[in-house]
């Protein structure tokens, strides 16, 4: 008895896919196309023989002639599916000059279909042959209809991501949206696009220009403002009153809540405070707000406000995704355990840090952890409940080393955390800020030439490390030594780092101790202002004492004891200069 071969089951699956493909396709019309002649369901034998032979080539091990029968066979049927397949074919053999032949073919027999010129284009980009590509990218665009235009729009820069000549990329997709640049309904988009790609492309000015013609076109559109937000920075001024502009009428939520955020990052804290408060009045349901107002709150001491926002956030979670529920709910949890803990209330700490379900927010729930039994007099115990947690990574035995160092150095065992330090810094020296952590617990155990020794290390190593300028520089104006050099140390930290306050703090305290009372007093009040903050408001009470305005100065340090009672520059100041505000 002879035995009949056997197919093998993958080339059959493949086959029944290529044929209920292309039957699919043959039942409606592809896209706006009309409908390719269907594939009969009675197809001849040749063609049957064809599929066949083409998919068992395709799974035994030669693709290349499985590519060229399942393609003969797209070209002599018109379907969309054999088209497709044969891109697949060339694509699983990691051949893209086939997969882009076949693609050239499928848009040729079918010019109406959009998922051929995807196809196209995608192949074309993953080729990087980015000066191809402005047709099918017209094209694109030509094929999505009116009301997904915009859409269509957003969706081209990560299309784009790949491309290594991001210039060219940048230029070509400008080309090819030059219809939908002058299109009122369409150019606030299309502008910010062509933004998105010059910044991809390192062209910040070029990004902000198309920023601005974007919101020029439609000025309540939300991308030019978007683009406008992530170009934020000193060194682009005109970004930010984009973002203001957007904002003075009905803005989405999330974009005033980046701007917030933005403006925390920069240490604006007291404006991203009005932005927070803002969003909260305009939108109360809007929980992320709250959280971040909340968190701010924190930061400041203002703890019943605080306490009220993280509280409404919880409130709201419930209607977030379980994921992000539970890492929000972590963080307004932790930081309403910072709050019971700083209210000595201890039991209310624990029942917080208890209700966190995130397992990434373990490091951070078992520090907090730790710190009350460290308030408690068991420090030891809380040193072994953060080495206790697990260490998956690299990063996680980071998080735990510099977890108990701050532990150590909350209460003030500063050999302890330096020796810690120490260690680490031996088995990675080219961690700075670890380096940076070292020179500042040597500083706190009275020894400044080792904090001078790694502060130069640091520098010398990276030199736009703005911290290191700044503390070395605060710390000479502090010990009354070096001066002309400690300001020059602050001045270049504050060309590092525009703004920050704390380094204006520094270089207001190095203007008093060179004399300069007056130039200080406009320096200190100015960071005040900008950041309300307890070693701010020790400088600048002492400046203002010595200057005679006793009373400005009390009502000075009542407001940094408010802020953080436990400050050691306030208390030193307060100490030295027998006050009792």
Same mark, same amino acid.
């Given at each position: 008895?002879?035995?009949?071969?056997?197919?093998?089951?993958?080339?059959?699956?493949?086959?029944?896919?290529?044929?209920?493909?292309?039957?699919?396709?043959?039942?409606?019309?592809?896209?706006?196309?009309?409908?390719?002649?269907?594939?009969?369901?009675?197809?001849?034998?040749?063609?049957? $023989?064809?599929?066949?032979?083409? =998919?068992?080539?395709?799974?035994?091990?030669? /693709?290349?002639?499985?590519?060229?029968?399942?393609?003969?066979?797209?070209?002599?049927?018109?379907?969309?599916?054999?088209?497709?397949?044969?891109?697949?074919?060339?694509?699983?053999?990691?051949?893209?000059?086939?997969?882009?032949?076949?693609?050239?073919?499928?848009?040729?027999?079918? /010019?109406?279909?959009?998922?051929?010129? &995807?196809?196209?284009?995608?192949?074309?980009?993953?080729?990087?042959?980015?000066?191809?590509?402005?047709?099918?990218?017209?094209?694109?665009?030509?094929?999505?209809?009116?009301?997904?235009?915009?859409?269509?729009?957003?969706?081209?820069?990560?299309?784009?991501?790949?491309?290594?000549?991001?210039?060219?990329?940048?230029?070509?997709?400008?080309?090819?949206?030059?219809?939908?640049?002058?299109?009122?309904?369409?150019?606030?988009?299309?502008?910010?696009?062509?933004?998105?790609?010059?910044?991809?492309?390192?062209?910040?000015?070029?990004?902000?220009?198309?920023?601005?013609?974007?919101?020029?076109?439609?000025?309540?559109?939300?991308?030019?403002?978007?683009?406008?937000?992530?170009?934020?920075?000193?060194?682009?001024?005109?970004?930010?009153?984009?973002?203001?502009?957007?904002?003075?009428?009905?803005?989405?939520?999330?974009?005033?809540?980046? $701007?917030?955020?933005?403006?925390?990052?920069?240490? &604006?804290?007291?404006?991203?405070? &009005?932005?927070?408060?803002?969003?909260? &009045?305009?939108?109360?349901?809007?929980?992320?707000?709250?959280?971040?107002?909340?968190?701010?709150?924190?930061?400041?001491?203002?703890?019943?406000?605080? =306490?009220?926002?993280?509280?409404?956030?919880?409130?709201?979670?419930?209607?977030?995704?379980?994921?992000?529920?539970?890492?929000?709910?972590?963080?307004?949890?932790?930081?309403?355990?910072?709050?019971?803990?700083?209210?000595?209330?201890?039991?209310?700490?624990?029942?917080?840090?208890?209700?966190?379900?995130?397992?990434?927010?373990?490091?951070?729930?078992?520090?907090?952890?730790?710190?009350?039994?460290?308030?408690?007099?068991?420090?030891?115990?809380?040193?072994?409940?953060?080495?206790?947690?697990?260490? !998956?990574? /690299?990063?996680?035995?980071?998080?735990?080393?510099?977890?108990?160092?701050?532990?150590?150095?909350?209460?003030?065992?500063?050999?302890?955390?330096?020796?810690?330090?120490?260690?680490?810094?031996?088995?990675?020296?080219?961690?700075?800020?670890?380096?940076?952590?070292?020179?500042?617990?040597?500083?706190?155990?009275?020894?400044?030439?080792?904090?001078? !020794?790694?502060?130069?290390?640091?520098?010398?190593?990276?030199?736009? $490390?703005?911290?290191?300028?700044?503390?070395?520089?605060?710390?000479?104006?502090?010990?009354?030594?070096?001066?002309?050099?400690?300001?020059?140390?602050?001045?270049?930290?504050?060309?590092?780092?525009?703004?920050?306050?704390?380094?204006?703090?520094?270089?207001?305290?190095?203007?008093?101790?060179?004399?300069?009372?007056?130039?200080?007093?406009?320096?200190?009040?100015?960071?005040?202002?900008?950041?309300?903050?307890?070693?701010?408001?020790?400088?600048?009470?002492?400046?203002?004492?010595?200057?005679?305005?006793?009373?400005?100065?009390?009502?000075?340090?009542?407001?940094?004891?408010?802020?953080?009672?436990?400050?050691?520059?306030?208390?030193?100041?307060?100490?030295?200069?027998?006050?009792?505000?």
């Amino acid at each position: 008895m002879v035995r009949m071969k056997r197919f093998p089951r993958l080339a059959i699956a493949a086959l029944a896919a290529s044929l209920m493909a292309a039957h699919a396709h043959a039942q409606a019309p592809v896209d706006s196309a009309p409908a390719a002649p269907p594939l009969n369901s009675e197809m001849d034998a040749e063609l049957f $023989y064809q599929l066949l032979l083409g =998919e068992l080539n395709a799974s035994g091990g030669e /693709p290349g002639a499985g590519y060229s029968l399942i393609l003969d066979a797209a070209r002599k049927t018109g379907e969309s599916g054999l088209y497709q397949r044969a891109v697949d074919i060339a694509l699983q053999g990691r051949s893209g000059e086939a997969a882009l032949q076949a693609a050239r073919a499928w848009t040729q027999a079918l /010019p109406a279909s959009r998922e051929a010129n &995807r196809y196209l284009l995608q192949i074309l980009i993953a080729l990087n042959r980015i000066s191809d590509t402005v047709e099918p990218l017209r094209n694109e665009l030509a094929l999505t209809s009116p009301k997904d235009r915009n859409l269509a729009l957003s969706a081209i820069p990560r299309a784009y991501a790949r491309a290594t000549d991001k210039r060219m990329a940048a230029s070509v997709v400008e080309q090819a949206l030059a219809q939908e640049l002058d299109n009122p309904a369409t150019g606030a988009a299309a502008w910010t696009t062509v933004g998105r790609m010059r910044l991809a492309a390192a062209d910040t000015a070029g990004a902000l220009q198309a920023a601005r013609r974007g919101q020029a076109m439609d000025p309540r559109a939300e991308g030019p403002a978007l683009l406008a937000l992530e170009l934020m920075d000193p060194k682009v001024p005109l970004a930010e009153p984009m973002v203001r502009k957007y904002l003075e009428d009905r803005p989405v939520p999330e974009l005033r809540l980046g $701007y917030a955020r933005a403006l925390i990052d920069a240490q &604006r804290y007291e404006e991203a405070g &009005r932005q927070l408060q803002t969003l909260t &009045r305009e939108k109360p349901d809007f929980a992320e707000a709250w959280l971040a107002l909340g968190t701010l709150q924190v930061q400041g001491n203002q703890h019943d406000n605080a =306490e009220a926002s993280l509280k409404r956030y919880v409130e709201q979670a419930q209607a977030h995704s379980p994921q992000e529920r539970s890492r929000g709910l972590a963080q307004a949890y932790l930081s309403l355990a910072q709050i019971a803990e700083k209210r000595g209330n201890y039991g209310a700490a624990e029942a917080w840090l208890n209700r966190i379900e995130d397992a990434q927010a373990l490091v951070s729930a078992q520090s907090r952890r730790a710190s009350l039994m460290a308030r408690q007099g068991k420090l030891d115990q809380g040193r072994q409940l953060i080495r206790s947690l697990p260490e !998956r990574s /690299p990063a996680d035995a980071r998080m735990k080393l510099m977890a108990e160092v701050q532990l150590l150095r909350d209460h003030k065992q500063y050999q302890s955390a330096y020796d810690l330090l120490a260690e680490a810094v031996a088995r990675d020296s080219g961690d700075t800020d670890l380096v940076y952590d070292q020179a500042m617990l040597a500083e706190k155990l009275g020894n400044p030439g080792e904090m001078e !020794r790694l502060l130069r290390r640091l520098i010398s190593a990276k030199p736009d $490390y703005h911290h290191a300028y700044n503390a070395l520089g605060y710390s000479l104006a502090d010990r009354n030594v070096r001066l002309s050099e400690a300001k020059l140390l602050i001045q270049k930290a504050l060309e590092l780092a525009p703004g920050d306050p704390f380094i204006s703090d520094s270089l207001g305290w190095v203007e008093f101790r060179l004399g300069n009372k007056a130039e200080a007093l406009r320096i200190l009040d100015d960071a005040y202002k900008s950041r309300p903050d307890a070693e701010i408001a020790a400088h600048l009470g002492e400046v203002l004492w010595s200057l005679g305005q006793r009373d400005r100065a009390i009502a000075i340090w009542k407001e940094g004891l408010l802020l953080n009672a436990e400050n050691e520059t306030l208390q030193d100041a307060l100490k030295r200069l027998r006050v009792k505000p």
